[in-house]
């Protein structure tokens, strides 16, 4: 089992930025992708951004291109989240999830065995 503790939420105005850092602990020689998802009150969880573990591909839910950054770092098996032009509808509880098998979906919340307990994010207008 992969432990991941998130932080760094917190409240922010729009336009401003906030940095999340999941880090990892256990089995962590498993894991194979790390993702971050959100989920807004009354909605259903959803897809942020994902890396690959080794390989270091990326991927991007549309309303994060161009704003949002995943990076990782290998050695202290961290995984980071720099969001940038944060908007009021960016407001949502934000997790951490680590998928030990390879996915051709890595988009897909069913890809990812173990998750975060989350953390809050708030942007006011």
């Known amino acids: 089992q992969v432990q991941l503790v998130e932080s760094g939420g917190g409240l922010v105005q729009a336009g401003g930025s906030l940095r999340l850092t999941c880090a990892a602990s256990g089995l962590t020689f498993s894991i194979n992708t790390m993702g971050w998802f959100r989920q807004a009150p009354g909605k259903e969880r959803e897809f942020v951004a994902a890396i690959r573990w080794s390989g270091g591909s990326t991927y991007s839910a549309d309303s994060a291109k161009g704003r949002f950054t995943i990076s990782r770092d290998y050695a202290k098996s961290t995984v980071h989240l720099q969001m940038n032009s944060l908007k009021p509808e960016d407001t949502a509880v934000y997790y951490c999830?680590?998928?030990?098998?390879?996915?051709?979906?890595?988009?897909?919340?069913?890809?990812?065995?173990?998750w975060g307990q989350g953390t809050q994010v708030t942007v006011s207008s």
């Open positions: 999830a680590a998928a030990r098998a390879w996915s051709p979906r890595p988009t897909m919340s069913i890809a990812y065995a173990d």
